[in-house]
């Protein structure tokens, strides 16, 4: 419907002296005279004004005045300005003038809501009204009119199969069994959540993941009797080992076969803990999750990990070890074994890959990757630990370290150039076979790598330089600005003290 003004209106000049314009004038109102028919403006009538911000008036023919009663019954003040021009009722009232234009889809058909900027229809023979002023009028709590007039909510669904499974009225419930999140075995795992560390096989997750438990309970951040370690993926002296630091912890061991315990077993076991309410608190590592999932199906996969998300909303902690793929992809990375269910169902998720270099002599790195995280878990994090073979297990698990975060950026660029590697060797071909312009040489690296040109200009930047422990090319400024490529010669080896 259209509420512009009459494209006729004309502001009435403030010298005129007709009643009605006086009284509408001096009520707060700038009338206008028009002859034009707005949308509720009778034919004939010259008298109307724009409605300044603030104000609304509701309208309705008199012949369905009873349906404007209901809309008007759900503010508390009802001393509005009423009038009447020909066949319509008018009902004005103030709201906040920063109210942004009401939806008015939930009022009857018949009823019609003007807001600011519309045209309203002013009575040419006023009489005498409560409301002196727009100022006097009554003003509407927003919320109040905008429930009125908008849209309106289907009925109440009555005995819907749903009700049975709601969970209304048990908040407090949940808020007690939930735990504040924070840091329990480092970085990557955190209370309250579901943990996944992927990594290829002997790369030492195991021997990690105990020591940064023993170093939880050491600082207090766990209770040792509320850790279940589930052994699923030992020898039998590795296990004995293993019993044995867990036992000095004070730490429960569980392992298939032992106890009646059993890997088909799990997800009924979480459940009933659970449902006995005896999560909260409870640290419960699997090592390995394939032991008790078959995370190559996805149905299955998604069962295990449901049981999972159970422990974990009522206050429990899960951190499950994985495999990666067996090999790694062109690039030297590791993916995680499994449907992707495994992890976008957890909380946060890492691939754990041996990096290229040792910190110390003897040692060996591991660097973390984060893959998912709905937390504040480390977005990636290294370990180094005593690699020899000739030592103990518990030496070997006490010379775990965490790698100093200024050491962390060497190894990842090492990592990254191990991924990097076959993009390399191609740029170096292409070098030695004089493409040596930028993009010329971008766009055939892109070819013969099977790579985006983007993806291709981002590695020969990355290794553009001229120390050739980092880079291993650079460029020199040609004609009109070209840059031409060069290799750069290998590092010098040290030399080797001479034996007298």
Not at 136 to 142: H, K, W
Not at 160 to 180: D, H, I, N, Q
Not at 405 to 411: K, M, S, T
Not at 471 to 500: S, T
Request: with cysteine; aromatic share 8%.
């Amino acid at each position: 419907m259209d509420l512009t003004p009459p494209s006729d209106a004309i502001p009435v000049p403030a010298d005129v002296e007709r009643p009605d314009l006086m009284f509408w004038r001096d009520f707060g109102f700038t009338p206008a005279l028009g002859t034009e028919n707005s949308a509720f403006c009778p034919a004939g009538h010259d008298l109307t004004a724009t409605l300044p911000d603030g104000v609304v008036a509701f309208t309705v023919l008199q012949e369905n005045a009873g349906q404007l009663g209901p809309v008007l019954d759900g503010f508390p003040i009802m001393e509005m300005l009423a009038f009447s021009i020909g066949p319509r009722k008018f009902r004005l009232a103030r709201i906040g003038v920063d109210c942004p234009r009401l939806d008015t889809t939930g009022l009857p058909e018949t009823v019609h809501c003007l807001q600011a900027g519309d045209v309203l229809p002013l009575p040419t023979d006023p009489g005498n009204y409560l409301i002196s002023s727009l100022d006097a009028l009554p003003l509407l709590p927003t919320a109040v009119v905008r429930q009125a007039v908008g849209p309106k909510p289907e009925p109440e669904v009555a005995n819907s199969p749903l009700f049975s499974y709601s969970l209304r009225g048990k908040a407090t419930e949940f808020e007690r069994r939930a735990v504040k999140e924070r840091a329990l075995l480092g970085d990557i795992c955190r209370t309250g959540q579901v943990t996944f560390l992927f990594a290829p096989p002997n790369a030492g997750k195991t021997l990690i993941t105990l020591n940064l438990l023993t170093d939880a309970i050491d600082a207090g951040r766990i209770n040792p009797n509320n850790v279940f370690y589930i052994n699923a993926d030992d020898s039998s002296s590795g296990f004995a080992t293993k019993m044995r630091l867990m036992d000095d912890l004070g730490v429960h061991t569980l392992a298939p076969g032992h106890k009646g315990f059993k890997s088909q077993n799990l997800v009924e076991i979480f459940q009933e803990v659970v449902e006995q309410d005896k999560a909260r608190g409870c640290l419960i590592i699997i090592d390995t999750v394939k032991k008790f999932a078959d995370l190559m199906h996805k149905s299955r996969a998604s069962t295990f990990t449901d049981a999972c998300r159970q422990v974990a909303m009522a206050g429990g902690t899960v951190f499950g070890l994985g495999h990666t793929t067996k090999n790694p992809d062109n690039n030297g990375n590791f993916r995680y074994a499994g449907t992707s269910d495994t992890v976008d169902d957890c909380d946060a998720a890492y691939i754990m890959t041996p990096v290229e270099g040792e910190a110390e002599p003897g040692e060996k790195v591991v660097l973390f990757k984060n893959i998912k995280r709905r937390g504040n878990n480390a977005v990636q994090v290294a370990y180094a630990y005593a690699d020899e073979g000739d030592i103990s297990y518990d030496e070997r698990l006490a010379s775990v370290r965490l790698i100093d975060p200024d050491q962390l950026g060497e190894f990842q660029r090492i990592e990254e150039e191990r991924s990097d590697a076959e993009v390399i060797a191609v740029i170096k071909a292409c070098i030695s076979e004089g493409i040596a312009a930028k993009m010329v040489l971008a766009k055939e690296v892109a070819r013969r790598a099977k790579i985006s040109g983007r993806s291709a200009i981002r590695t020969i930047e990355n290794y553009t330089g001229d120390d050739p422990t980092v880079h291993h090319w650079n460029y020199a400024i040609k004609h009109r600005g070209a840059k031409q490529f060069a290799l750069l010669p290998p590092p010098e080896a040290e030399e080797l003290p001479v034996a007298a």
